[in-house]
């Protein structure tokens, strides 16, 4: 009998840590978008550092705690003592995007804290969820006063009034556009894992576009098709980077899919004649 022993691809783990909403692994899912750069990193040995924080703030609070001694307590210990915050100095750093490397040194960006600091909130009973917020990932927590919504950046409470201030030009550019204000309500919905981790690849996609580094865009993409099947435009950016590193028959299947796919996008006669320019390159 021919057994195949070979562990998954890390793009296969993936796909088997998102193939369903049902239960799906945030922080496990987060932690794996590094094997890309890191392969030798241990998914399981990081799971377990946080367990382990966990566990130490656990030890802190009695099990009758009210949710929101559980709150002032976790963001005492996360913020303050872990000494987790803002990378400011190196915002655009890929290592920003990936837990493993949050707990080493305890800098990242908005989405990267929020993944860590939801698993400690929940790790602890509370109901937490992670915020889609235009331009500033944010978290927010039932209380018995309410709902609190923190900046994981600083562990601040914001109130609706500094929420409406930052919201003022994102509302006035969707006014502009749609000819309506949305409600505040509207942009505090709960991100899902699956939402979480797109913005964290598009975080990692914006870097790797910007220095050109084709290989890892490539990486990113693969993983982003496989988040998000049905979100075409993520097939035809990876069609484009493929013609640009010369695999232009995968290039010309991922941009005919586009087209057949993505209705009357605004691109369409220009991806189309890319296309076209692609298969003359195949005939040679």
Not at 58 to 69: E, F, Q, T, Y
Not at 147 to 158: R, Y
Not at 194 to 209: E, G, S, Y
Not at 217 to 229: G, H
Request: proline content about 6%.
């Amino acid at each position: 009998m021919n057994l195949n022993l070979q562990p998954p691809s890390p793009l296969e783990y993936f796909a088997t840590l998102v193939g369903s909403d049902d239960d799906l692994p945030l922080l496990e899912a987060a932690t794996s978008l590094a094997l890309d750069e890191y392969p030798e990193l241990d998914v399981q040995h990081t799971l377990s550092e946080v367990d382990q924080l966990i566990e130490r703030l656990r030890r802190r609070l009695p099990a009758d705690a009210a949710s929101l001694h559980r709150l002032w307590v976790l963001n005492q210990f996360f913020f303050r003592e872990l000494g987790f915050g803002g990378n400011v100095n190196h915002f655009h750093d890929p290592d920003n995007n990936y837990p493993h490397k949050l707990l080493q040194t305890r800098r990242g960006i908005p989405v990267s804290l929020a993944v860590l600091w939801l698993e400690m909130a929940r790790g602890v009973g509370l109901v937490a969820y992670g915020v889609n917020f235009p331009r500033h990932f944010l978290v927010k927590v039932g209380v018995s006063t309410g709902l609190v919504v923190i900046d994981p950046l600083t562990g601040e409470s914001l109130s609706r009034e500094a929420l409406d201030e930052r919201l003022q030009d994102e509302r006035q550019s969707a006014f502009e556009e749609e000819g309506f204000d949305a409600p505040l309500d509207l942009y505090l919905m709960p991100a899902t894992p699956r939402d979480i981790l797109a913005r964290m690849l598009r975080n990692l996609k914006d870097i790797h576009q910007t220095a050109e580094d084709w290989p890892a865009l490539r990486a990113v993409l693969d993983r982003l098709v496989v988040l998000q099947p049905e979100a075409w435009e993520h097939r035809r950016d990876r069609g484009l980077v493929l013609a640009e590193t010369g695999q232009l028959g995968a290039a010309v299947q991922d941009l005919e899919l586009y087209l057949a796919r993505a209705g009357r996008s605004i691109d369409r006669k220009a991806i189309a004649e890319r296309v076209v320019q692609l298969r003359e390159a195949l005939r040679g």
